[in-house]
Every structure is written in C-alpha cells, then in structure tokens.
C-alpha cells in the first residue's frame, strides 16, 4: 500500500494522541517514524504505532514526564526522561549534547528512564546537520543469544554514527549489533515471508527460516558482535546506574510498566580537533573516493554508509507500508490490544 508522506503523518499523529499521547510528543515520534519509513527502515517506522498506541492508552508511556538535564560536568550531562515516550526524550537530549558539544568540544549525555526511542539515524542526524559529529546507542529488549549461548541475553543494542561533510550530505552509520533488528523479523513475520538462515535460532539454539519460530537473534560477526552489544550496554545502561543484560524490560511484557530504557548520546566538535572546514571537505573527499571504488560483480557502485537510504528518503513522495498497518492506521481503534504480556516471540 503506498501512502503520501503527508497522508502517513497524519495517520500517525491521530493515532498515537487517540491513545492519549500529548500533541507535542506525538509529533515528534510521527517525524522518527517517517523518518525511518522513508529510508527503508519499516522495521522502525508505521507498523510500530499500535504498539506505541496500546502502551501509551495503559499507562506504560508518561503522558505528562518530569524531564530533567542536569550537567554533570563541563562535557557531561543526565537527562531523566521519567518513562516519556523515548522518541522525544532522545531528540531532547541531543539537542542538549549539540549545546554543549557546541561550546566545550565534546558532550556525553545519558539518557535515563526513556521507552522505545526507534531508528537511532534521526538523533545522530540532529548532530551532522549542526556541523557535528554524532554517535548514539541504547539498550533493547534481551532477545539475542550470546556468543555460544542458547538462550537470549543481551538486546540488538543498536550503535549509529553520522558525520556532516562540504556538501550537505551526511555519511550516517545505524545498525542493530544483530545480524538483523527484530523489526524485520516483525516485517517477515507480517508479509509471510521466510527470513534468510543465519538471521536468527529457534528454541533450540539452532537456525531457522521461519520467521514464527525464532526464539532468538543472533549477533553479528559472532564474538564481535556479542562484545559490541555487551560495550552498547555498558555504556547506555550500567554508566547510567540503569538495569542491563537480561534484566532490561521487555517491550511486550508489561505494557501498563515503565520502561526505564537507557539511551547515550556522544557529540564530538570538529573545531577541537582540526578545522571543521577541512574536516567536512575530507569527509566528502571520503565519500566520493568510496563511490569511485571499483563495484565487484553484482553490484552497481560501492555506497558509503548513509547514501542508499538517504537517496531513497529523497525521492520518497510516497512511501510503501503493509496493508495491515494501513487498516489499522485508518481504523477507529486506538489498538486491538495485541502485546500486553505476550512473549516476545510469539506468533
Ligand atoms: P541495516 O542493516 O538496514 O543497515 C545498517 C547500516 O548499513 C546502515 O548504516 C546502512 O546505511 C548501511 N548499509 C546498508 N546497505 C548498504 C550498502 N549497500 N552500502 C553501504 N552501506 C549500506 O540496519 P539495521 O541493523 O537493520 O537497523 C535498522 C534500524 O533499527 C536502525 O535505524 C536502528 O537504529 C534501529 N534499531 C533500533 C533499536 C531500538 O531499540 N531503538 C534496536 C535495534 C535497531
């Protein structure tokens, strides 16, 4: 089903303020949301809105937080998100880290007590576009076996990165540390779909296709991609006196709990460093030196990180969502009470 941009928007800022989220609030989640829809991202963007729409109508989103920044230090920063919905928190707290990234070279900010706060491109974003660099990373719900586990641990623990160059465009780096972000299991899962072999294991610890039977993801690179989420954890939860591993919340468990998520963003000024002119021309230099390497068979060019999906958000009047996401969206239930305390791996 193809919508308008405009049409998707308004879809889903109706739907999340129905459910009793504030104005406010809803609309910036709306903006991460497309933001993720638009680059491909489906896995975060329109077909997470009725779970959002269930949490927020129980009680598991703060309508009304108490949100707090409080400088640490010079570069160092909290933000207590007091269980607002994670999506505004995060690009709160950036705004924050840019500030003080802005006048002091470099910025931590911790971001505490946040739900869900989806495609981490968009707050990384917010950096590159002031001229910074920007890396952001969370916790996620314990549904990845360790490396030489059977059963789950750690979250996809995502990482991103964007740096800004002379053109205007941005190298933006996003990943899960899973070999895939559960999302897309999710979108397998709602277009009956197989997923490939080496996404995911089933009860046993063992290698399944179907998208039904996965028990758990499994993190990329093996040993590598076991310690990159166990490094996203430590720094976005454990630093931030939050709760880690297995422990963090699941997002289906209770949907009328807080989450108490962790999130950290890390701004580097480029002036503190070199000149933020010859930083920004070394940086396209670097993105045009990857697009002139020669392409293997197969492919059309080499892309830097970024470039696919930014091109994609480009040209995207119109963006392409499920069927089953657009009857909900255009329905007029707040939602069908589908995830409250469903075993994350259910059918
Ligand atoms: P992905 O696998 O689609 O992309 C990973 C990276 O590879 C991106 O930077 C992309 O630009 C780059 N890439 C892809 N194809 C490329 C190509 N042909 N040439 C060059 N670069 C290429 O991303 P993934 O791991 O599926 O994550 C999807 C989203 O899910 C991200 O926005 C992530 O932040 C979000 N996420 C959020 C979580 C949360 O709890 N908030 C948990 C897990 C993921």
Redesign the pocket.
Known sequence: MKVTVQELETLISNKLIKAGLNEEHANVVTDVLVH?DA???H??GAMRVEYYAERIAKGGINNDPAIQFEKTGPSTALFEGDNGV?HYMAKKAMEEAVAVAKENGVAVVGVKNIS???????FVEQAADEGLVGL?M????PMVVPFGGAEPYY???????AAPSSSGKKV?????????????VLHARSKNEEIPDDWAVDENGEPTTDPFNVKALVP?AGPKGYGLMMMVDILSGLLLGLESGNKVTSMYEDLTEHRK?G?LHLVINPEFFTSAEIFKENITNTMNE?NQVKPRAG?DR?????????ERAEKSEHIEIVDDVYEYLTSEAVHHNKYDHKDPFAK
Not at 172 to 184: R, S
Request: glycine residues 12%; contains cysteine.
């Open positions: 993720a680059r491909g991202y896995s975060h994670g869900h706060s989806g495609a981490l491109s968009y952001s969370c916790q996620s719900d979250g996809t623990n995502p990482i991103a990165f933006i780096f996003d990943m899960a540390t899973t070999v895939q972000a559960w999302g897309k990329i998520l999130q990857l492919f080499v892309s830097y990180p970024g470039q696919r999906s930014e």
